[in-house]
């Protein structure tokens, strides 16, 4: 079945850019999510991708999408405390219904 | 947050008692899901619905059942619960909104389920 997988942690110093890596088995997804979970908290979408596209901006997010080698990722610019978190990337590979990552857990240094 | 509410949001309960966890959206959205979160398994989807009556299986849908008499409503019972059944139980919403938003699924604050 389809499989998404991500790194389990990443380590960044406040200011400095983090990058979150995901990859995906499933060819025919749609859509590519980023989501955001904070401690305690539901998930909260933090962008999305179509599939023709290889990158999408906003703000401090950037997304980027290697569809020939199934790779998504997230780019967060001057990573600043309040990004600790943990970031699902999820795809649409069937149809309604999302496949998730085990999730990146992102910790923020000063 | 989309207007999705979730009950109890935390419970304690014994082996071998049914529960019911209820989701609630204001939203008026076709689909609902409900998923389970395990550490190592990120989000796992155990039913979803496409419609008042609709429902279907996800990829972990053993011990679980579902059930949606109103679009606002989905509930998750777990008919006998087990240890295994210890995790933190999401609902999420998502309507078919065309080309520009996919499928973007709309997520409740969780229930934690613990069963002793």
């Known amino acids: 079945g389809e499989d998404v997988e991500q790194s389990l942690f990443l380590s960044v110093r406040e200011g400095d850019s983090s990058v979150i890596n995901c990859t995906y088995t499933?060819?025919?997804?749609?859509?590519l999510y980023w989501y955001k979970q904070e401690p305690g908290a539901g998930l909260q979408l933090l962008t999305y991708?179509?599939?023709?596209?290889d990158m999408k901006q906003d703000q401090r997010l950037t997304v980027l999408l290697n569809k020939k080698d199934k790779h998504l990722s997230l780019r967060i610019a001057d990573t600043q405390t309040g990004d600790s978190a943990i970031y699902f990337c999820?795809?649409?590979?069937?149809?309604?219904?999302?496949?998730f990552g085990t999730g990146t857990q992102l910790k923020v240094e000063l | 947050d989309a207007g999705i509410t979730q009950s109890p949001r935390h419970k304690v309960t014994e082996t071998g008692t049914p529960v019911t966890l209820r989701c609630h959206q204001t939203?008026?959205?076709?689909?609902m899901y409900w998923y389970r979160q395990d550490p190592g398994h990120g989000l796992r989807l155990i039913h979803y619905?496409?419609?008042?009556?609709?429902?279907d299986k996800g990829e972990v849908s053993d011990g679980y059942s579902v059930s949606r008499s109103k679009t606002e409503d989905f509930l998750l019972t777990l008919e006998s619960a087990t240890s295994s059944q210890t995790s933190v139980y999401f609902c999420?919403?998502?309507?078919?909104?065309?080309?520009?938003?996919?499928?973007?699924?709309?997520f409740g604050p969780g229930t934690r389920l613990l069963v002793l």
């Open positions: 999820a795809d649409t590979g069937g149809g309604n219904k999302l496949t």
């Open positions: 499933d060819s025919s997804s749609t859509y």
């Open positions: 991708i179509f599939s023709n596209m």
């Open positions: 939203e008026n959205h076709r689909y």
């Open positions: 999420a919403i998502s309507d078919d909104q065309g080309a520009q938003e996919g499928e973007t699924q709309y």
């Open positions: 619905s496409y419609g008042v009556k609709d429902t």
